[in-house]
């Protein structure tokens, strides 16, 4: 049982040095003063503090600290955010990370995690951690693999190995690694799949979600993850066996897996509402601000995705006024910072040109502070967007950032 | 002009976050209070607190700020130091860096650097540098090289272009990038070379020194650099006729080229006494720990090496019992710290497994953890050798660190 003044302590250093609003500590010592009386360490409580249209500003409370709603979860594969500290992603305010079981259970391997400490422990990460339950990467980077009822045989990219992860196994990892918040075992299907192929998918994946909410283990939160592919009937039916087995929370998988935008907007706005109000909401793998900005509109909570990272090694940097390739010969002697507006350890100590210098000599120095500026930008744009759907403006904030990160060709009429 | 409260000032920042003891402060402060009438911007002040035998405690006194020696210089070829952001430099206390003239002139080049704002300006650090001539790299790296009276015509090895470096170039480009301490243009020549051809380098170095001293850049300490391979007579050549010169200090070069390790110590032992009492002694490119224990022991101050920076990105750490390979098996289930007499930010906060764990996933933070280690290791082995000289106790601080990093053979009798 934590104390309420645990809970606060924790709530008190997970602001210290996080530039996180007034309002978030606000609120949070309020939902602290209310909660702590019934609040056990393992369960997961979800607070909505105001609604915008369909859009939430949540908080969800966890035995290792809060989370505040809408949130962007960077994706720490194998027990670290590439190119940050843990120090760094506590500075720049992430309060979740995400950690992926597939890779993790590959290597280093349950027998060193188990040993040190769990995910936590291993990495000396103090704050909530969410694994997704392997199915996505089992599907999609294994070199072979056999589906059957139980579960999914396949071989390690690293050594050849063969192993098998199914839903009771995939909880056992998930139950070792120690994560606050565990997925359930599905099948993500790719991009176009056959109506038929589809709902034998979604037939599976409910089994699967059922044996996981059976092998759930104690402590830890679980989340069910519906699919369906592109057709709305699929959803409908998957959304309906999801709840009626009965999650933590509820996320929508099997999206941005090569449809077309239009496509992906639909399935986002038709299966969000299909979620329960009271329940944390999360679009799985998304990371596009467009994507997020229509998420957010249809009610979701959560999301994860590499894009900040990943760009940030590639060289492109997310700004107030849009795309930026650091490479561009233009910033060879700019002095500036790389976007005025923006108060990440990068912007506010080292210039555009000396962030083109670092990119073009390979510099470990620019995966750093791209990588930096990268995720503050994410973490600062989801503290904007919160303080919008407090203030009841998330529609002005869409209208302002849409445009700024649409890709869609104009059309003129 | 600076003021005695812009230097104490200056003094306190530079020791904020580092833990560097108690007696370097104490002298400072006493050090600021009688040289701060004195001292102009540009201008290099040598005061030595304490010697014991030949090894000397002394304080270089900057326009931007003091550097403890004995000092070891981390080397940040491209304006950064491998994998460490600046604050963390400052924070493990670093005092000084090295810049290389050669790698700058190249890339990012000499227009973007004096755009940006000198060196200093362009990598956001505000301590002093010391730049090489780029006359060991014009040797060693370039693809093609001519060597005329006046310098030396090289091709870039980044695109094959023409360029000459010469003393006037060398002084010209270290004036552009605003180091505090410029080194002489001189010629490095390889092991084994005849008694020949190394006088005829000891006569092109002497005649490239002089230009050198012509064309110092006006607010920037010049240091001269001794040559003569491992031929004592032309040791004691150089060394008078660069005396004869005169400089800010003196450094010996063309040390660690090949030769072995006994001939090095003999050329350490003899050729540092013969340099002035009353200047800074700089030994250049020696980072093995043997071979500073012999050098301080023989009188020099200064030190750079890329071994520890290189080192930790290759899995190798040097600790309190030697050197360390990350990598080893015996430490996939260790939760302790690396190296548990350790102060660092590694070792305070993850484990042997850990860093192992990063080390084999090739990850970013492998490299950051293990030079951050490595880099704190050497400034606190200078810490702990500068209270030595102090105590009067050099002795028994060598006869303790020999044998932890001595790899010479162990000949039983």
Redo the contacts between chains.
């Keep these: 049982m934590s104390s309420f003044f645990d809970l606060l302590e924790k709530s008190f250093l997970n602001y210290r040095g996080s530039t996180q609003s007034l309002y978030d500590l606000t609120y949070n010592m309020r939902l602290f003063k209310h909660n702590s009386d019934s609040f056990v360490k393992g369960t997961m409580d979800f607070n909505i503090i105001a609604t915008d249209g369909n859009a939430r500003r949540a908080i969800i409370s966890t035995a290792r600290g809060i989370i505040n709603t809408p949130s962007f979860m960077p994706v720490g594969t194998?027990?670290?955010v590439?190119?940050?500290?843990?120090?760094e992603l506590r500075d720049i305010g992430a309060e979740i990370i995400l950690g992926n079981t597939y890779h993790l259970y590959l290597?280093?391997g349950l027998?060193?995690i188990s040993?040190?400490?769990g995910l936590h422990g291993?990495?000396?990460w103090d704050r909530p951690i969410l694994t997704d339950s392997g199915g996505f990467q089992v599907f999609s980077l294994s070199a072979f693999r056999k589906i059957t009822p139980d579960g999914v045989q396949f071989k390690s990219p690293i050594d050849g190995s063969l192993h098998f992860i199914g839903p009771a196994e995939a909880m056992h990892i998930q139950g070792i690694l120690g994560s606050d918040i565990a997925m359930t075992f599905d099948e993500c299907i790719p991009y176009p799949a056959t109506h038929d192929y589809a709902e034998k998918s979604v037939i599976l994946t409910t089994e699967w979600a059922k044996k996981c909410r059976e092998f759930q283990n104690p402590g830890q939160a679980l989340f069910g993850i519906i699919q369906g592919g592109m057709y709305k009937d699929l959803r409908k039916k998957s959304t309906e066996e999801i709840l009626e087995i009965g999650f933590d929370g509820y996320a929508v998988g099997g999206v941005s897996v090569g449809e077309p935008k239009e496509e992906m907007h639909e399935i986002i706005y038709f299966n969000g509402p299909l979620l329960p109000f009271e329940k944390p909401r999360y679009l799985m793998g998304i990371g596009d601000f467009v994507d997020m900005l229509n998420a957010v509109e249809a009610g979701f909570d959560m999301f994860d995705c590499i894009m900040p990272t990943s760009n940030a090694r590639h060289g492109t940097l997310f700004t107030s006024f849009g795309r930026v390739s650091i490479k561009k010969t233009e910033f060879?002697?700019d002095?500036g910072p790389l976007d005025p507006e923006c108060g990440c350890?990068t912007c506010r100590?080292?210039?555009r040109?000396?962030l083109r210098?670092?990119f073009?000599?390979r510099?470990?120095?620019a995966?750093?502070?791209n990588t930096m500026h990268n995720l503050y930008f994410y973490q600062d744009f989801f503290r904007k967007m919160r303080q919008a759907i407090e203030e009841g403006r998330f529609k002005a904030f869409k209208d302002h950032w849409y445009p700024v990160y649409d890709r869609t060709p104009v059309t003129e009429e």
């Design positions: 194998l027990g670290t590439k190119a940050m500290s843990q120090d290597r280093p027998d060193v040993q040190l400490g291993f990495m000396n060879k002697y002095k350890y100590n080292y210039s040109g000396y210098h670092l073009q000599s510099e470990i120095l995966m750093r502070l």
